[in-house]
Nanobody, 124 residues
Framework: QVQLVESGGGLVQAGGSLRLSCAVS????????MGWFRQAPGKDREFVAA????????SYADSVKGRFTISRDNAKNTVYLQMNSLKPEDTAVYYC?????????????????WGKGTLVTVSS
């Protein structure tokens, strides 16, 4: 069973920054398409960002474009989400996702593995 463990969530003031990490237990991590989704209370889960298997090309939701950056370190089996200029509407549980077959995740991708989530709270 592939495990995804998120960390780095917490409380931050509007305009601040956080970096989320997702550690993945998998010997073929570099071949996994990776991404981040988030879910606010009472809302549907929404796509945030994705990075192609191996690294390189990235994709972002319009709501976070220019503020968030996804990256991966294949040597450490870790994916990151750098979040800058945070807004109260960014408050949500953030979930790491991985797929062993897709090249890159999309908003409606059905993924193989999910983390348990890490809470990000942005105060105004």
């Amino acid at each position: 069973q592939v495990q995804l463990v998120e960390s780095g969530g917490g409380l931050v003031q509007a305009g601040g920054s956080l970096r989320l990490s997702c550690a993945v237990s998998g010997r073929t991590f570099s071949s996994y398409a990776m991404g981040w989704f988030r879910q606010a209370p009472g809302k549907d889960r929404e796509f945030v960002a994705a990075i192609v298997r191996g690294g390189g090309s990235t994709s972002y939701a319009d709501s976070v474009k220019g503020r968030f950056t996804i990256s991966r370190d294949n040597a450490k089996n870790t994916v990151y989400l750098q979040m800058n200029s945070l807004k109260p509407e960014d408050t949500a549980v953030y979930y790491c996702a991985a797929d062993k077959d897709l090249v890159i995740l999309t908003p409606r991708s059905r993924v193989d593995y999910w983390g348990k989530g890490t809470l990000v709270t942005v105060s105004s």
